[in-house]
């Protein structure tokens, strides 16, 4: 009678031990209701120095994004004197990119062309325009082929579009991109069903592409804006 109950005995703890393993196994696999720590998203922080001080600070500014920030400066200067200023400012902060925003105009040819090269020796990013930034508002209404186009003729260009929703770019006064100009740049085109902005993008990148860039200043019609608003865009 003892060897059995000897048997029994240790049969009993055997199969209490594998209860025991069971239960540490299903604590082991239950959910844990410990939030973990939210990850950091990094804002990136771009600063566009312009040429402009009111119309392309004023379209800049109103780029909302979520990973990102844009410190849009408007210099009141031209060409070199806009790189010089970005110089400055990247100085005085930390900034992840650098960008400089100025037109041909009247500018001597060697003057604007000196003022990319400065740049990029200096690794900024450059959306230049030949001849003036209301040019790449222009493509988002209008698939320009690139030919020349003074820019006196952009201001009425640009209302012929923006007056059927009932705006007005004053091209001659404040020269400020509005709310609702910016808006409309950037709703979606009911023909091609994509975003205004989108479609500009590819008119500029399409018309860029037709030169080889040895002279920029002689590259009328184009615009280097549309490689600025892509980089944007990346933090919407």
Avoid at 87 to 98: A, L, V
Avoid at 112 to 132: D, H, K, R, V
Avoid at 177 to 186: G, M, N, P
Wanted: glycine share 6%.
């Amino acid at each position: 009678m003892k060897t059995k109950d000897k048997k029994a005995e240790q049969a009993a703890r055997k199969k209490e031990h594998k209860a025991s393993l069971l239960m540490a196994k299903k604590r082991s696999a239950a959910p844990s209701f410990v939030l973990e720590a939210p990850t950091r998203i990094e804002r990136k922080t771009i600063l566009v120095v312009c040429e402009g001080a009111n119309t392309e600070p004023s379209y800049f500014h109103q780029f909302r994004l979520t990973s990102g920030t844009i410190i849009a400066l408007g210099a009141g200067c031209e060409t070199i004197r806009v790189v010089e200023r970005a110089i400055e400012e990247q100085k005085k902060g930390n900034y992840d990119q650098t960008w400089v925003v100025f037109d041909k105009d009247d500018n001597a040819a060697q003057d604007f062309n000196a003022a990319i090269e400065m740049a990029n020796q200096l690794n900024f990013g450059i959306a230049y325009s030949n001849q003036a930034f209301e040019y790449w508002l222009i493509l988002h209404f209008e698939d320009h082929q690139g030919g020349g186009m003074h820019r006196d003729q952009y201001h009425d260009k640009l209302n012929e579009y923006l007056i059927k929703f009932g705006l007005f770019y004053d091209g001659k006064g404040r020269k400020k991109v509005t709310k609702e100009i910016f808006d409309l740049l950037l709703a979606q085109d009911s023909k091609h069903k994509i975003s205004r902005t989108d479609l500009a993008i590819r008119r500029a990148r399409r018309i860029f592409d037709l030169y080889d860039h040895q002279s920029p200043a002689q590259e009328e019609s184009s615009t280097t804006v549309f490689l600025l608003v892509e980089e944007i865009l990346k933090y919407k």
